[in-house]
């Protein structure tokens, strides 16, 4: 053991208002799914939790395409270190919209 520990990366306010409809998505996902997947059923089927998220980020000065950026980026870093039992990144792949996102695996 190195005695490294690792960073933990998740969205605590997220996780406290919305841990069982983040591990609900989580299992109404295919076996294989990307992060922008995940972040549109997300929207989709939780959206009070998803709106209140990214006014959340807008009433912080952010307009609301970033707000909606830095949604989906916190909800994946939550999924990533509080789910890992429920699922896991196994790539960085292009998004067709621009930049990167992650391809997962759901177990």
């Known amino acids: ?3 490294v520990s690792r960073r933990r990366m998740y969205n605590r306010r997220m996780l406290d208002l919305a841990a ?22 997300f929207e989709r089927n939780h959206s009070a939790h998803y709106e209140d998220f990214v006014r959340d980020y807008m009433r912080r000065g952010k307009d609301r395409p970033h707000a909606i950026q830095i949604v989906h ?15 896991r990144k196994v790539q960085t792949i292009p998004n067709p919209k621009g930049g990167d996102m992650s391809a997962w695996e759901r177990f």
Do not use: K, P, W
């Not at 069982?20 to 799914?33: G, H, S």
């Open 73 to 87: 980026s916190q909800l994946m870093h939550t999924v990533n270190d509080r789910f890992h039992q429920l699922t």
């Open 1 to 3: 053991m190195s005695g």
């Open 20 to 41: 069982n409809q983040i591990e609900t998505q989580i299992r109404a996902m295919a076996r294989n799914y990307t992060s922008l997947d995940y972040c549109t059923g």
